[in-house]
């Protein structure tokens, strides 16, 4: 029997579907009393686990043979601690016009999170970069955000009057990086159980993300904070977020171009450089906000949807660059790269990385 695939032509990727699933069924069916008790406690473990198989999973020695490309990674790692936020400082200006309070500090967490590891790694391959410079660079940046956004958290979302505190940061030692420092050290027993169930363990990934969504927006429905938002909020958040990743996907392409790099490089760049990772945000959120989370990771969500169907479009635009195309023929020929980008099939973009990274 064939197996059913989720259609090409769909731009909705299926995964922020039952997320917002998810959403609605906190809506009406919200966790309360004894239920919330156990639903936050399971929220725990599963982020606890989530971070210990994340550690598992990234291999060391890639990690150390990628520095060679290390002003790559730099760049990326600007883009995403850097820039980022200081173009979340910029947008305090919107709040209260455009955004709420609350809002506000959701799209400044936003800022904060590292970027994806696997949309960035399909997206690269589509538009014919440097898919290996990709790989290490998501990596990198999802290692680095485990300690640099709790501190960044504990500096921007303090001063501007967020719900960070000590005790946030002693969480996020505990439910964050200690689990991950504890996949890392087992890696060597574990490694080959974790690559062999890599699919299977794909779906605890994603359901345990789903527990953490669910457990933060039936908080946020037993306390009536929904009642902050209004659809007018909403579409002013929407118009906030598109401008951030426009002025983002530019800086990466066109800074890329002005520090030297090549098309391969500058893609890796721009697609690692202009994303932000729901997986690793969310678990974040719900240890950073605790009963706040559902309005802080609203922006992640909206963001995270919308930086899968534009950079699906460009991907598909720099995949039919008479330079890739060449590069592409080059390959088939067994003519040697000039710019060490790999040579990748057109795919379907949105499709390829259906993984909520």
């Given at each position: 029997?064939k197996?059913l695939?989720?259609?090409?032509?769909?731009p909705?990727?299926?995964?922020i579907?039952?997320?917002?699933?998810?959403?609605?069924?906190?809506?009406?069916?919200?966790?309360?009393?004894?239920?919330?008790?156990?639903?936050?406690?399971?929220?725990?473990?599963?982020?606890?686990?989530?971070?210990?198989?994340?550690?598992?999973?990234?291999?060391?020695?890639?990690?150390?043979?990628?520095?060679?490309?290390?002003?790559?990674?730099?760049?990326?790692?600007?883009?995403?601690?850097?820039?980022?936020p200081?173009?979340?400082?910029?947008?305090?200006?919107l709040?209260?016009?455009?955004?709420t309070?609350?809002?506000?500090?959701?799209?400044?967490?936003?800022?904060?999170?590292?970027?994806?590891?696997?949309?960035?790694i399909?997206?690269?391959?589509?538009?014919?970069?440097?898919?290996?410079?990709?790989?290490?660079?998501?990596?990198?940046?999802s290692?680095?955000?485990?300690?640099?956004t709790?501190?960044?958290a504990?500096?921007?979302?303090g001063?501007?009057?967020?719900?960070?505190?000590?005790?946030?940061?002693?969480?996020?030692?505990l439910?964050?990086?200690?689990?991950?420092l504890?996949?890392?050290?087992l890696?060597?027993?574990?490694?080959?159980?974790?690559?062999?169930?890599?699919?299977?363990?794909?779906?605890?990934?994603?359901?345990?993300?789903?527990?953490?969504?669910?457990?933060?927006?039936?908080?946020?429905?037993?306390?009536?904070?929904?009642?902050?938002?209004?659809?007018?909020?909403?579409?002013?958040?929407?118009?906030?977020?598109?401008?951030?990743?426009?002025?983002?996907?530019?800086?990466?392409?066109?800074?890329?171009?002005?520090?030297?790099?090549?098309r391969?490089?500058?893609?890796?760049?721009?697609?690692?450089?202009?994303?932000?990772?729901?997986?690793?945000?969310?678990?974040?959120?719900?240890?950073?906000?605790?009963?706040?989370?559902?309005?802080?990771?609203?922006?992640?969500?909206?963001?995270?949807?919308?930086?899968?169907?534009?950079?699906?479009?460009i991907?598909?635009?720099?995949?039919?660059?008479?330079?890739?195309i060449?590069?592409?023929?080059?390959?088939?020929?067994?003519?040697?790269?000039?710019?060490?980008?790999?040579?990748?099939?057109p795919?379907?973009?949105?499709?390829?990385?259906?993984?909520?990274?």
């Open positions: 029997m197996r695939q989720w259609p090409s032509w769909m909705i990727d299926p995964y579907l039952l997320l917002l699933g998810t959403v609605g069924l906190a809506a009406l069916l919200p966790a309360r009393d004894v239920g919330a008790d156990v639903a936050s406690g399971a929220s725990t473990a599963a982020i606890a686990f989530l971070f210990f198989l994340y550690g598992a999973r990234l291999s060391t020695r890639e990690a150390l043979d990628g520095l060679r490309h290390w002003r790559l990674h730099v760049t990326v790692l600007a883009c995403t601690f850097v820039v980022f200081l173009l979340g400082l910029a947008a305090r200006g709040e209260p016009v455009f955004l309070h609350d809002l506000y500090t959701g799209l400044l967490f936003l800022t904060l999170v590292p970027s994806t590891i696997q949309s960035s399909a997206f690269t391959s589509i538009a014919r970069g440097n898919v290996p410079a990709a790989i290490c660079a998501g990596s990198f940046s290692l680095a955000g485990i300690v640099v709790p501190l960044l504990a500096v921007l979302l001063s501007s009057g967020g719900r960070f505190s000590a005790d946030s940061l002693v969480k996020i030692v439910q964050l990086l200690v689990p991950f504890a996949g890392q050290l890696r060597r027993w574990i490694g080959g159980f974790i690559t062999r169930h890599k699919k299977v363990l794909g779906y605890v990934d994603r359901g345990s993300i789903l527990l953490v969504v669910y457990t933060a927006f039936s908080e946020g429905m037993v306390q009536g904070i929904w009642h902050q938002v209004s659809v007018v909020r909403l579409g002013g958040l929407l118009l906030v977020e598109a401008l951030l990743l426009a002025v983002m996907l530019a800086l990466t392409w066109y800074g890329g171009k002005a520090l030297g790099f090549g391969g490089d500058r893609i890796a760049i721009q697609f690692a450089g202009s994303k932000k990772s729901l997986a690793s945000g969310l678990p974040m959120a719900s240890v950073l906000f605790g009963a706040h989370a559902s309005l802080a990771v609203l922006p992640l969500m909206l963001f995270h949807q919308m930086q899968l169907m534009v950079c699906a479009v991907a598909k635009r720099r995949a039919r660059d008479p330079e890739a060449e590069a592409a023929g080059d390959a088939a020929a067994g003519w040697p790269a000039t710019d060490r980008t790999p040579g990748a099939g795919r379907t973009a949105v499709g390829t990385a259906r993984r909520s990274d």
